[in-house]
């Protein structure tokens, strides 16, 4: 038979396929594998595509003893069908294990587009499936069997991985040189191969289709096997369960192919997003890297910290419309996790709903993991059902009715969007969670139907990559994180591949908070190493250094971490530029490399301390009150005397016992005279506001800002909005092109576009590229936006002044756009000819979205009455409110604007013939 048309076994005498099987924990575990190649060619599109290969079948007699256990086939059949995915033809085949009689099901579909699904199922169920290894597979089916690297030298992968969408832990490369960053198990779920070239790539991308929650991945990086099956530490697989497996081949690029790969699974579930309000307005956030995130000061509580957003956002007519509450303001338990989902009355004394009441700003709502101590738990005394893992100090709700109440609860307070967070570590230490197959799925079923029946929305947040996809099932989950908390981080902004997965899925992809402002004092965010105790409590939370020192202790400079590929090893932990930092807490504290290179071996690599200020050691944040290092020296130049036990403090130090304004000290023997220390850790600051800005309307997701009040840029903001609060977002959010999966010199080159009555407005995002670039519209993924004549034109920063005119589909030259956090923005237009000349819609120049469908909703070419290819006049429909005034440009024969000013809400019409704006 043809090894790559799928597997039949048929026999004329009694046959079995032999199974490895280990005993652990007084458990048999079966293991079952169905061996697969990786095969170029054969498929429709050209591409690469992976096809079943023949089990291995021994003969009937073979021994099945304590090691080894058989399963014997007892139905083979064809299968010919059509379903959301299109028409198919396969196999099936039923075994039934030797000893316990148990029915398994392999169902294997080839579609005519060369996708397949792999499918199995167990009937009567299995018992004792445990492997007591969290990151393994209990069942395999599909096994890949990949091809050494001397058959496929150029093959690559791509795995996100750890949490944010696998952002914390994303990892690509070789599989012949690689394989330790390949990200499987726990964290890992999603695997795209692929060989080729830019403009000529074959990829494959696989996952599951069914029950993610329920599924690992497993690569096996001895014999080169990639196993998908049931997660390894799960005990018993119930009657009827079913799971599968997608493998979608592509010809037509990575990002295409990923596209693809999402349309398929949302086709195959048939899930209608909802609406999702919150992400199409501005925001205010409070969550990680927020200035008043923990952090109330310079005010007693945080509803007056609000309050001062919302006085000052009405004074200066900035229209924020919601307000995000992150966990600062519900109580917490054991291990940090939620104790009662209710207000610390210190911190919010009116209550949610006086702020919601005073604001009228909807609230998207933060929630973390339960604690083993909640209230809500019927082992603490509750009213609910929940699962209690005291080791690991985290609960679970087991019924729906826990969400329908909880979300009830919201009701006078006005949640709109409920914010799951710290999805991964309710995953990672509940231990119910990996030994019972499907609470994970339940648990989030249970969540999202109580959120639709009451028209609410959900964000995700630290999902593992089994979140992010089984979120395709569930209409109510429409946002998603799609970086690592904000926290002033220089790397936190590199969302290009993360976003593209969201955007697969239908979900709006959500970079985070930022400051729109360069410094907001008297924050928790500092440029130090902070070393507090680790209990999962955010103001004691062990933060690694964040900041820009770039030489060691010696003075050395510090080796780019990319010149030896610890910028990809360490996604997710600053690893960018030559910054001193300590991932993963490799050392006692921030180092860099002096001398290291792909060409030096690694144990001949040189590193250094650097020799940053450490928190609470060498310096204090806040007002210092927990303070404990050696500074003796006040701001005035006088030692510290000795504090002699008052307070219960002795030494002559620094202190703050009595919660002052900052740290001080007595000066004099008989403590009679005192002053401030002035040993302040330097705070940290935001380096660049408008890449901040940009990247967070250009992913078409939430907009949230986190300054203190006064420190809020009106102007910045307003570039990503209308005067209502309208956020002015592309149609598709900005995603990386398929270069960045090759070289480095692709790394931040990404591209969106706004569709407008059939038009396709283009976007080019560039960062920190430091050489001109040559692509094609389809190496950018635009070639919608390059069918005829097209403008590109640079509109940031404003002294770039590109201008190009383009052929359609023709290469053009890209400006570099290097430097530290440097980036660059170009727009496409394409041509309309018209009796006067060539005409090119620019759009709303001071906007980062200058052609946006939110803001104009329809263009109308008149014909000429000479021609029908030719216009007399371009009609453009133009939304605004009341006082708003829309400046929109154009060039061509010469350049000119239209304003339109709104005296009521509503739409007005822009003529470019009469360069006038009329109701």
Same mark, same amino acid.
């Given at each position: 038979m043809d090894r790559h048309q799928g597997a039949a076994v048929t026999t004329g005498r009694r046959s079995t396929m032999l199974l490895t099987a280990r005993l652990m924990k007084a458990e048999m575990t079966v293991w079952w594998c169905v061996l697969l190649a990786l095969c170029r060619g054969g498929a429709a599109t050209g591409g690469v595509y992976l096809g079943l290969a023949e089990p291995y079948v021994y003969e009937e007699g073979q021994r099945c003893d304590v090691d080894t256990m058989c399963l014997i086939p007892e139905l083979i059949g064809d299968l010919v069908g059509e379903d959301a995915l299109g028409k198919y033809i396969g196999e099936f085949t039923q075994y039934r294990t030797l000893i316990s009689g148990a029915a398994v099901d392999f169902t294997n579909k080839r579609y005519e587009s060369g996708v397949q699904v792999f499918r199995q199922s167990f009937p009567k169920g299995l018992q004792g499936t445990s492997t007591g290894d969290k990151n393994a597979v209990s069942t395999c089916f599909p096994c890949f069997v990949l091809p050494t690297p001397a058959q496929s030298p150029d093959l690559r992968y791509v795995t996100p991985g750890g949490y944010m969408v696998g952002w914390t832990l994303y990892s690509q490369g070789s599989m012949a040189t690689d394989l330790d960053w390949f990200r499987d198990g726990e964290d890992g779920g999603l695997v795209v191969l692929f060989s080729g070239e830019v403009g000529n790539v074959s990829s494959v991308v696989i996952s599951p289709l069914t029950n993610p929650m329920d599924t690992n991945v497993m690569l096996n990086r001895g014999s080169l096997t990639l196993d998908w099956g049931v997660k390894g530490q799960v005990e018993n697989i119930p009657p009827g369960y079913s799971a599968e497996v997608i493998m979608y081949p592509g010809g037509e690029g990575i990002g295409r192919n990923i596209m693809a790969w999402g349309e398929a699974l949302r086709n195959y579930h048939a899930t209608q997003k909802m609406a999702d309000p919150s992400a199409e307005v501005l925001s205010y956030y409070t969550d990680n890297g927020a200035a008043h995130y923990y952090n109330p000061l310079p005010y007693r509580n945080f509803h007056d910290a609000v309050m001062s957003v919302y006085n000052y956002s009405v004074t200066q007519d900035l229209p924020i419309k919601r307000l995000q509450l992150d966990s600062w303001w519900y109580h917490k338990g054991q291990g940090g996790g939620v104790k009662n989902w209710t207000e610390i009355e210190a911190f919010l004394p009116e209550g949610i709903a006086g702020l919601y009441e005073a604001t009228g700003w909807p609230v998207v709502a933060h929630n973390r993991y339960f604690s083993s101590d909640t209230d809500y738990a019927q082992q603490n005394g509750g009213p609910y059902l929940f699962t209690v893992d005291e080791e690991n100090e985290k609960a679970l709700p087991l019924e729906k009715i826990f969400w329908d109440d909880l979300f009830d609860s919201t009701i006078p307070w006005g949640m709109e969007t409920y914010e799951q967070d710290w999805l991964d570590r309710q995953y990672m230490f509940t231990s119910a969670l990996h030994t019972n197959l499907t609470l994970g799925s339940k648990w989030l079923d249970d969540m999202a139907e109580a959120a639709m029946e009451r028209g609410l929305n959900i964000q995700y947040c630290m999902s593992f990559v089994r979140h992010f996809l089984h979120s395709v099932t569930l209409p109510p989950v429409t946002q998603i994180r799609v970086s690592d908390d904000y926290l002033l981080n220089p790397n936190q902004w590199r969302i290009g591949v993360t976003s593209l997965l969201a955007h697969a899925l239908a979900l709006r992809p959500y970079k985070d908070v930022f400051w729109t402002s360069y410094e907001n004092v008297n924050v928790v965010f500092v440029d130090c190493d902070l070393v507090l105790p680790d209990l999962e409590h955010p103001w004691q939370a062990t933060h690694q250094y964040g900041g820009r020192a770039n030489v060691s202790a010696s003075g050395k400079p510090c080796v780019p971490w990319r010149d030896f590929g610890w910028d990809e090893l360490y996604f997710g932990s600053g690893m960018y530029e030559n910054l001193c930092r300590n991932p993963q807490k490799l050392r006692d504290g921030a180092f860099c490399y002096t001398s290291a290179s792909f060409d030096i071996p690694e144990e001949e690599w040189e590193w250094e301390y650097c020799d940053v200020p450490r928190c609470q050691l060498d310096c204090y944040i806040l007002n210092g009150v927990l303070y404990l290092g050696h500074q003796n020296v006040t701001q005035s130049g006088l030692d510290c005397a000795d504090w002699n036990g008052e307070y219960d403090l002795d030494g002559a130090m620094c202190r703050n016992p009595d919660n002052d304004v900052a740290p001080w000290c007595y000066t004099n023997a008989n403590h009679t005279e005192r002053d401030y220390?002035?040993?302040?850790?330097?705070?940290?600051?935001?380096?660049?506001?408008?890449?901040?800005? /940009?990247? &967070?309307?250009?992913?078409?997701?939430? @907009? =949230? #800002?986190?300054?203190? %009040? !006064?420190?809020?840029?009106?102007?910045?903001?307003?570039?990503?909005?209308?005067?209502?609060?309208?956020?002015?977002?592309?149609?598709?959010?900005?995603?990386?092109?398929?270069?960045?999966?090759?070289?480095?010199?692709?790394?931040?080159?990404?591209? /969106?576009? &706004?569709?407008?009555?059939?038009?396709? @407005? =283009? #976007?080019?995002?560039? %960062? !920190?590229?430091?050489?001109?670039?040559?692509?094609?519209?389809?190496?950018?993924?635009?070639?919608?936006?390059?069918?005829?004549?097209?403008?590109?034109?640079?509109?940031?920063?404003?002294?770039?002044?590109?201008?190009?005119?383009?052929?359609?589909?023709?290469?053009?030259?890209?400006?570099?756009?290097?430097?530290?956090?440097?980036?660059?923005?170009?727009?496409?237009?394409?041509?309309?000819?018209?009796?006067?000349?060539d005409l090119y819609i620019l759009g709303e120049l001071d906007k980062w979205v200058p052609v946006s469908p939110n803001r104009i909703e329809g263009i109308t070419v008149i014909p000429s009455s000479s021609s029908s290819s030719v216009a007399s006049s371009v009609l453009l429909s133009v939304r605004g409110v009341a006082s708003e005034s829309v400046t929109l440009s154009f060039t061509g024969t010469v350049d000119f604007t239209v304003t339109c000013d709104f005296v009521e809400d509503g739409v007005m019409t822009a003529n470019t013939q009469t360069q006038t704006c009329d109701p």
């Open positions: 220390c002035d040993n302040k850790c330097p705070e940290a600051k935001e380096m660049n506001s408008n890449l901040q800005a /940009a990247v &967070s309307t250009l992913t078409a997701g939430p @907009f =949230g #800002v986190g300054d203190r %009040a !006064e420190n809020l840029n009106i102007e910045l903001i307003r570039k990503s909005c209308r005067s209502d609060g309208q956020l002015l977002h592309p149609s598709k959010p900005l995603t990386v092109v398929d270069g960045y999966f090759f070289s480095a010199d692709y790394r931040e080159v990404w591209t /969106a576009y &706004s569709d407008v009555s059939s038009t396709h @407005f =283009g #976007v080019i995002f560039l %960062a !920190e590229v430091g050489q001109q670039l040559t692509m094609t519209p389809r190496d950018l993924n635009l070639e919608s936006s390059f069918e005829n004549q097209t403008l590109v034109f640079s509109n940031y920063p404003d002294d770039l002044n590109y201008r190009s005119i383009v052929s359609s589909q023709e290469a053009m030259e890209l400006p570099p756009c290097g430097g530290y956090l440097n980036f660059c923005l170009l727009y496409t237009t394409p041509r309309i000819e018209t009796e006067e000349g």
